[in-house]
């Protein structure tokens, strides 16, 4: 079957180029809903058309997030442009949905330890590192022991979103526990 080659392509291109796992997957995810929305056709039969219709499809009738859209259109292109070698003009007829502007939603002090102090155990450790490092979710799961610097009260957090190593922060309520 070309579908299983033609993803396991993908999965490959990603890798060599050391995206996220997380992007993989939610780019063989699409590539995939982008093909079975098409009937099962190959993408090599497929081009601007195709792409545009399933673009505007998951905007007006799904009404997917614009950050989604985006997230698609990116796995799509990437598709063609590294798996199939094939350069596509700019898609004029895609329906792209418009951010809303919105003022991001900062806590307060007091509700951070409220909302810390309603957590226990291993969660309570993941809160009190996500929100006195600055760490991202995965990469707190992902942390190690070895990476932890108590003298220096920092973390090295290993392969981040770049896949880069990079330094933070530990918080001090944390090496005095």
């Known amino acids: 079957m070309h579908k299983s080659r033609l993803i396991d392509q993908l999965r490959s291109a990603i890798r060599v180029r050391h995206y996220s796992i997380r992007t993989e997957q939610a780019y063989v995810q699409w590539v995939k809903r982008y093909i079975y929305f098409h009937h099962k056709r190959h993408p090599k039969e497929m ?66 330890r409220s909302l810390l102090a309603e957590l226990y155990g291993a969660n309570k450790l993941i809160g009190h590192l996500l929100f006195g490092s600055g760490m991202r979710l995965i990469e707190c799961l992902l942390l190690r022991v070895k990476d932890i610097d108590f003298d220096y009260q920092q973390t090295t957090i290993r392969k981040d979103k770049g896949g880069k190593d990079r330094v933070t922060l530990l918080p001090e309520r944390l090496v005095s526990s």
């Open 47 to 112: 081009g601007e058309k195709e792409i545009t219709a399933f673009l505007s499809y998951l905007a007006v009738h799904r009404r997917v997030a614009a950050s989604t859209q985006n997230q698609v259109l990116s796995a799509i292109l990437f598709l063609y442009q590294h798996v199939l070698d094939q350069d596509l003009e700019w898609l004029h007829d895609v329906v792209r949905i418009k951010r809303p502007a919105r003022l991001p939603t900062v806590l307060s002090r007091d509700q951070i």
